[in-house]
């Protein structure tokens, strides 16, 4: 059983910054691969990015890929999201999950989710 936790969410400019954390409990969390969706108002949930258990090898939606990387401290039982040139439309509630199966890109691929964390970009 794996729990999970976001934070970090909140209001930044067009442009801006912001790293959204994710802690886990469990003694299993090193095995899970791990990943970030988002869902914007009125749309469905969206994958953005996943990152392996071992070796941290991520992958990106095309949306997000070279402004956002996913990182993981397996000894903190934590996985990051750090976002760069933010854009008003990347502004949704930020969730994480966890996987055992490699490279999952849907929601329907993940067994345990948080709770999410909104993150609003301002034009």
């Known amino acids: 059983q794996v729990q999970l936790v976001e934070s970090g969410g909140g209001l930044v400019q067009a442009g801006g910054s912001l790293r959204v954390s994710c802690a886990a409990s469990?003694?299993?969390?090193?095995?899970?691969?791990m990943g970030w969706f988002r869902q914007a108002p009125g749309k469905e949930r969206e994958f953005v990015g996943t990152?392996?258990?071992?070796?941290?090898?991520?992958w990106y939606a095309d949306s997000v890929k070279g402004r956002f990387t996913i990182s993981r401290d397996n000894a903190k039982n934590t996985v990051y999201l750090q976002m760069n040139s933010l854009k008003p439309e990347d502004t949704a509630v930020y969730y994480c999950?966890?996987?055992?199966?490699?490279?999952?890109?849907?929601?329907?691929?993940?067994?345990?989710w948080g709770q999410g964390t909104q993150v609003t970009v301002s034009s």
């Open positions: 999950a966890a996987t055992k199966k490699l490279w999952g890109t849907t929601s329907n691929d993940y067994d345990y």
């Open positions: 469990g003694r299993t969390f090193s095995s899970y691969h």
């Open positions: 990152i392996t258990w071992i070796g941290g090898t991520t």
